[in-house]
């Protein structure tokens, strides 16, 4: 078999994966627990988004330079080793494979069949189960045929969510009421209380903008990198802030303030109310192709990842591989594919995921900081893209890193400890992979 990914991706397909990505299911479900936290103050909710994007975006800028100078398969993985040594990218890579990429595709291949009632009401548990192992292998199958088709594929899923999401950015304001019912748009006193709720509320809103970094993994397949992948990067996330905002602001003209914050299905609440029940089931149809295409993602880029470990000799030799006809890493495809399964059909996930998912932040940090070490070490790379207002941009994004990482830390010590050591298990695991390989 071969041994390199072929280079097919263009700055569109960049912006696809990282839209494609990061609109799962959070923007149909969580805003009702964002303007919980904002104490129900709209504008304080709606500036959290916007707020939150930011950090975002500067996320996006630091690693478009970082892909620009570190061009290969794995980005973030990759970044973290060269800066940082190859304990802590196998302590990263290691905890994205057992717990953080095979957890989220698990939860939404399990949502896949949740959703499903809401299209066939008698829909039994083990028809939901069915639905999540249908899900899952699908996305194999399609990502397994080649990477070119499989974007194709991830692009029509995100044309035709993000089409629904505009549909309603523009049919609730004209339609709904939702907007007569705010009564005072900002906190009447700004005090302790209100900027704990805007933290805790921007936590969230930070993980429903989670999955931009995804879009590294697939530096290596990428035409003209240096060129292609940054515009990609920061275009397929301005998307996705630009459609976060105004979704936000569509969900409260067609709920009003205090349903929003009691509602759990944003969508299909605020499409129900304002368009009936019709409306909301016809909904239904763009959050399960979003859940599906959420997934598509996570699977398609995070199993660059494992193929580069693999190749870096840290990882089941066999995940190096690249299938001699497809061109993709069909057997790195498999293992994430399998242990999602797995997940997906014990139940554990949810609890993993829960304790060990917020660690992926560490990491995220570990990555603006390795912009810094590359900055210091090597002046003289190529950087055709450069971060602007450099150092400032990526001090603010490790920083916003940190908050996130102490927040669960402190509010949770004890889901804290297992989380961090969870992720420290990978550095044992490491060591005793290197005693174990021939020679």
């Not at 990429?101 to 896949?112: D, E, I, R």
């Not at 060990?356 to 070490?373: D, N, P, Q, R, S």
Request: net charge positive; hydrophobic share 50%.
């Amino acid at each position: 078999m071969t041994e390199q990914l072929k280079r097919t991706l263009t700055a569109r397909d960049v912006a696809v994966i990282t839209a494609g990505t990061v609109i799962g299911s959070g923007i149909f479900l969580t805003p009702g627990n964002v303007l919980k936290s904002a104490g129900g103050s709209v504008g304080l909710a709606i500036g959290v988004w916007v707020v939150g994007g930011i950090l975002t975006l500067l996320g996006a800028l630091t690693y478009a330079e970082l892909g620009c100078m570190r061009t290969g398969a794995g980005g973030l993985y990759a970044y973290i080793r060269d800066a940082f040594g190859p304990v802590a990218a196998f302590a990263y890579g290691w905890t994205l494979f057992v717990v953080i990429a095979s957890g989220s595709v698990a939860t939404l291949a399990v949502a896949t069949g949740d959703n499903m009632a809401a299209l066939v009401p008698t829909i039994t548990p083990f028809g939901k189960k069915l639905m999540a192992v249908a899900m899952i292998g699908f996305l194999a199958y399609i990502n397994l045929r080649g990477t070119r088709q499989s974007t194709t594929v991830l692009a029509a899923t995100t044309a035709l969510k993000v089409g629904a999401l505009v549909v309603l950015i523009v049919a609730l304001p004209l339609a709904g009421t939702g907007w007569s019912e705010v009564t005072a748009a900002w906190p009447v006193e700004w005090n302790r209380l209100v900027v704990v709720g805007g933290l805790a509320g921007m936590v969230s809103v930070l993980w429903a903008y989670e999955g931009w970094q995804y879009a590294t993994f697939v530096g290596g397949e990428v035409i003209d990198p240096q060129r292609n992948f940054p515009r990609g990067l920061i275009t397929g996330t301005l998307l996705c802030i630009l459609v976060y905002v105004l979704a936000n602001l569509g969900y409260v003209a067609g709920l009003g303030p205090v349903a929003l914050t009691q509602s759990q299905t944003v969508a299909s609440d605020a499409v129900g109310r304002t368009f009936g029940p019709i409306g909301a089931k016809l909904i239904a149809i763009p959050v399960l192709i979003s859940i599906i295409s959420g997934g598509h993602g996570i699977m398609l880029t995070s199993s660059r990842v494992f193929h580069a470990m693999a190749q870096d000799k840290v990882f089941f030799k066999a995940l190096g591989d690249v299938h001699p006809k497809f061109g993709t890493p069909a057997n790195s495809i498999l293992a994430i594919s399998a242990w999602s399964l797995v997940l997906a059909m014990s139940g554990s996930f949810s609890i993993l995921l829960t304790y060990v998912v917020f660690v992926g932040w560490l990491f995220y940090g570990l990555g603006g900081l390795a912009l810094i070490a590359f900055r210091r070490s090597d002046p003289h790379a190529p950087r055709p893209f450069k971060v602007p207002f450099y150092p400032l941009t990526p001090i603010l994004f490790v920083a916003s890193a940190l908050v996130i990482v102490l927040n669960t830390v402190i509010g949770d010590p004890v889901k804290g400890i297992i989380g961090l050591g969870g992720a420290a298990l990978g550095i044992p695991i490491y060591f005793l992979w290197q005693r174990s390989r021939p020679g």
